[in-house]
Each structure stands twice: as C-alpha cells, then as structure tokens.
C-alpha cells in the first residue's frame, strides 16, 4: 500500500480568509455571472472585499530572486489579510500552469496558501482551485 507524503494544512486563521474571500467570489459571481474579462472580475471582487471590510492589496510588487540575487518582480493580483495569495482568471478551463505559478507566487511571499479563481464557469465552486505550499 503506497502512504501518500504528509502535507501539512495551513493555519486555522488563513483558511478562515480563504473562506472569507471564496464568499465574496462567490457573491461576485452570483451577481455578474461568467463571461466578462478578468479585470472586471477583480474590480468586483475588491469592491465586494471593501464591503465586507477584508484587509487586501491589489497589484502588490512582489520581488523574486535567484540564489539570492534579484532578477525581477511580479504582481500579484490580491494579497488578503497579508496571508493569502489570490489569483484571478477568466479562461475556459483552469490549467496545472495556473496552480504552478500560484505556488511560485507564494514561495516568493514565504506564504502557505493561495486560490486560484476562474470565473468563467457556470458554478463559481468549479472554478475555485487551493494551493498549499507544504
């Protein structure tokens, strides 16, 4: 019987944030339905945020090295809480790239916990994707 590798689960407090913010997608959703671009998705899903009064950074500059030299930066499109990275798409299909970089997002910020969003599905939980950096 093969065991599969233990894999730790984050902190209690940063799953309460995920939980937090897939509510708010889920409002989102429920109120645009699929079909618009991504950046009208993170519009409303900032502003669903702000109403629901989660701490959050938009486009936050991410540093990212290489064997301990700068080599360039990236942004991400939500840190919540300073704890959660969040992704935002609008595609047909999530794909492993979009959870690999999610996990290389959150190596680079040192955090545990990231999701991936598309919105472009019928039923918003379809289109919710966790990564835990273990």
């Known amino acids: ?11 209690l ?7 937090a913010v ?5 409002e989102v959703h ?3 339905g699929p079909g618009f671009l ?3 998705y993170a519009a409303a899903l900032v502003e669903e945020l ?6 959050f950074r938009e486009q936050l500059v991410v540093d990212v090295h290489y064997k301990g030299q700068l080599v360039g930066e990236h942004r991400l499109d939500l840190l919540v809480e300073d704890v959660l990275v969040v992704e935002l798409k609008a595609v047909d299909a999530l794909s492993a790239i979009h959870q690999a970089q999610t996990l290389s997002y959150l190596k680079a910020c040192d955090l545990c916990l990231g999701l991936v969003i598309n919105f472009r599905v019928p039923v918003l939980r379809q289109g919710v994707r966790r990564v835990v950096r273990t």
């Open 13 to 19: 407090h940063v799953d309460e944030v995920a939980r």
């Open 30 to 32: 429920r109120h645009l």
């Open 38 to 40: 991504e950046s009208i």
């Open 50 to 55: 702000r109403l629901r009064q989660v701490r």
């Open 1 to 11: 019987m093969q065991l599969e590798p233990y894999r730790p689960e984050p902190p």
């Open 22 to 26: 897939i509510g708010a997608a889920i």
